[in-house]
């Protein structure tokens, strides 16, 4: 079975895990890590698994194969095809592999994640005040990872005023939430994984809308 490598950091580390986690198990399985991206026009998205592991996958294509994928996401993108499996395994024991490669030091802080460019910010006024107030709390140092930084001033004024910038290379954004202490996700794949693959934390969570929840390992998890 063919399992394709695509999507942002994310979507990337999901589908590792789930590779890795087939091959432990005994299944015939292969990584595709080309197409994925050389098809990806809208976000131009690349590969980005080999700044964290020694990634053995398939670089290779030839334009029938990318013909081949592009007919296949058209025809259901996150379906299985056969031998060639288009999901994005978005369920947290895929990611269980992924921990025990990834040495990172647990740092005491809170770091707050804001993707805010695909997501609707109907939701913005009460997730300011909670998670604001929930920020004193801790009584932390509070940082603040997002994809737009003057829409998140605009749309979460308290959270922006009470957390520090951290504003890096999307590489150094995942690690800076993974070896934090306490995490505010967004519904997002990048945030997820990070805080999930990095040592034990407090996690605060919205309503995840594809990812499951089947596996929490050993950090606490408080749905807001």
Not at 32 to 38: D, E, H, K, Q, T
Not at 94 to 99: G, Q, T, V
Not at 157 to 171: R, V
Request: aromatic share 14%; hydrophobic share 40%.
């Amino acid at each position: 079975m063919i399992l394709y490598l695509r999507g942002g950091l994310g979507n990337q580390m999901f589908i590792y895990g789930a590779f890795l986690t087939l091959e432990n198990q005994g299944s015939n399985v292969k990584l595709n890590g080309s197409v994925g991206f050389i098809a990806d026009k809208q976000y131009h998205r690349t590969l980005q698994l080999q700044f964290f592991f020694n990634v053995n996958c398939r670089l290779e294509y030839s334009l029938l194969e990318l013909f081949f994928y592009k007919l296949l996401v058209k025809i259901g993108d996150g379906k299985k095809f056969i031998n060639h499996n288009l999901d994005y395994y978005q369920s947290s024991r895929w990611l269980l592999p992924l921990r025990e490669m990834t040495p990172y030091r647990r740092q005491k802080r809170t770091v707050v994640h804001l993707r805010l460019k695909d997501y609707n910010l109907s939701f913005t006024r009460s997730f300011d005040k909670l998670i604001s107030s929930t920020m004193l709390e801790l009584k932390n140092e509070c940082y603040l990872v997002t994809d737009d930084y003057d829409l998140a001033k605009r749309e979460f004024p308290l959270i922006a005023s009470k957390a520090e910038l951290f504003s890096s290379t999307e590489i150094e954004d995942f690690r800076f939430i993974a070896e934090s202490s306490h995490v505010v996700l967004s519904d997002s794949s990048f945030s997820f994984t990070a805080a999930f693959i990095g040592p034990r934390k407090t996690i605060y969570y919205p309503a995840l809308t594809n990812i499951n929840l089947d596996e929490k390992a050993d950090h606490k998890w408080i749905k807001l």
